[in-house]
Each structure stands twice: as C-alpha cells, then as structure tokens.
T-cell receptor, first 114, second 116 residues
Framework: KAGVTQTPRYLIKTRGQQVTLSCSPI?????VSWYQQTPGQGLQFLFE???????NKGNFPGRFSGRQFSNSRSEMNVSTLELGDSALYLC?????????????FGSGTQLSVL | AQTVTQSQPEMSVQEAETVTLSCTYD???????LFWYKQPPSRQMTLVIR??????QNATENRFSVNFQKAAKSFSLKISDSQLGDAAMYFC?????????????FGKGTKLTVNP
C-alpha cells in the first residue's frame, strides 16, 4: 500500500504570492490533517478534514485554508505569503477517526518564502 | 488551552543503553490521549507509542515503554537497548477527547543522538 504522498517536496515563493500544497492519503483513509513545523514554534495543528468536512481548525489566520475532495485527497492553500510562513508542512491520514487511530504522516512540503 | 512541555531539547545515549525522554502537559480534562512520535532526518514521522489516560497500565511497544503519571501530568518515554536507528527527534503529543476541540498538541521535541 502506498503511503501518504505530499507534493511538491520543495517550494520557493516570494512574499505576497499564494501557494497550494497537495496531500494524497493512504488508500481507504478518510481523515486528513495538516501541521506546520518550524524551528521556533515546533509542530502546530492547522486543520483536520473527514469526509470532505473540516472538523477542527488550529489557531492560524484566515490566509490558511484547506479542503478535501470526495476521493479524500486534500489541498492546503496559503494566500498572501509572509516570510514567517516558511516551514515544513506535514500532512497525515488515518482510516476513520483521528482520535483513536494512529496517524500516518507524509514526508512534508518544505516551503521557503523569500 | 492544553500545553505540552519537553524540557530536554537534546539527549544522547550510548548504543545498547537505556534513555528516558521527559514530557509534561497541562490540562484540566480527565480523559485524553498521549502519544510519542519519532521524526528521523527523512522527516517521516511515525507513531512510537500511545497511552489512553483512563488506562492506569503503562503502554509498552517492544523496546519502548512509558511512565504515565496522571496526577503529576507526566508522560516519559523510556527506550531500552538503544539502537543507532533510534536517533531522531521525538515529539510528545496530547489530544483531548470530545468537546469539538480534538486537535493534536505537540511539544517542541527532543533530539536524541545514539553514540556507537
């Protein structure tokens, strides 16, 4: 079974641009969650989707948004990029409920904002 | 809001020895889950071990075990017979149960070095 796939692996953008990151969960998994990882703030929860519905959202500004498609693939969008958005963005999937199932993580997208 | 604190930014251990990574958390809830995740240089995070707060018995997974002290809000990870492949960042995480706010809260991590 293929693991969680995140594309692209690396991305370089400039301030003010917008970016879309993609996450394909493990086949059959319906829950997808996103995390931002930076040296200063560590790992922070962005949002979680289950069956195309956003179930939980972290404390991030409205510039950060996401969605999940009917095939469970998920995208995360960041508009009006700021230097502080430079981070590793991790996606994770689980079969049903994020609470009781173990998470399977992708290798992340490293975003650099210049 | 729940917080998770890992007081050891870095730890080192000799191969085949035992090491304990510390984690404390702050919550007013009585039911929750605690996790230890491992992130090697490849960036691929994997679950090491999980503990349910209502279970008094400490979780174990092969060479990995936890010391869960609910009253002290402490959740340490013990790695026995350390191996070179154990070298990684280790993150402690907390997740509440119900209430509509079940997001995962991580500590800042502990970088573990295993010396041959």
């Amino acid at each position: 079974k293929a693991g969680v796939t995140q594309t692209p692996r690396y991305l370089i953008k400039t301030r003010g641009q917008q970016v879309t990151l993609s996450c394909s969960p493990i086949s059959g998994h319906r829950s997808v969650s996103w995390y931002q990882q930076t040296p200063g703030q560590g790992l922070q929860f962005l949002f979680e989707y289950f069956s195309e519905t956003q179930r939980n959202k972290g404390n991030f500004p409205g510039r950060f948004s996401g969605r999940q498609f009917s095939n469970s693939r998920s995208e995360m969008n960041v508009s009006t990029l700021e230097l502080g958005d430079s981070a590793l963005y991790l996606c994770a999937s689980s079969p049903r409920d994020l609470l009781v199932e173990k998470l399977f993580f992708g290798s992340g997208t490293q975003l650099s904002v210049l | 809001a729940q917080t998770v604190t890992q007081s050891q930014p870095e730890m080192s251990v000799q191969e085949a020895e035992t090491v304990t990574l510390s984690c404390t958390y702050d919550t007013s809830e009585s039911d929750y889950y605690l996790f230890w995740y491992k992130q090697p240089p490849s960036r691929q995070m994997t679950l090491v071990i999980r503990q349910e707060a209502y279970k008094q018995q400490n979780a174990t997974e092969n060479r990995f075990s936890v010391n869960f002290q609910k009253a002290a809000k402490s959740f340490s990870l013990k790695i026995s017979d350390s191996q070179l492949g154990d070298a990684a960042m280790y993150f402690c995480a907390y997740r509440s149960v119900g209430g509509g706010s079940e997001k995962l809260v991580f500590g800042k991590g502990t970088k573990l070095t295993v010396n041959p």
